[in-house]
């Protein structure tokens, strides 16, 4: 039997801070490009971009996954039919 490797809590720690580091820095720029849109009275502009961005997203995402998850139906369907011998 193989032994698992322990991830040591410092990685996780470490793993941990770094997504904290990078959502913050993502969250400050967002914030940055409100406030200078909103200073030029383009707010609306802004929340509008943002609002079809995030609903592309999701919407790319929703119609992958679930053409992924009907094509592995489908794969593990067929795959368990026997096959016919082509004689």
Known sequence: MSERKRISPVRISIVILVAIAAALLFASGLYTDFLWFDQLGFAKVFTTQITAQ????????????????????????????PRRSGN
């Open 54 to 81: 995030v609903v592309s997203f999701l919407t790319a995402f929703v119609i992958a996954g679930l053409a992924t998850y009907f094509t592995l139906f489908a794969a593990l369907l067929l795959g368990l039919q």
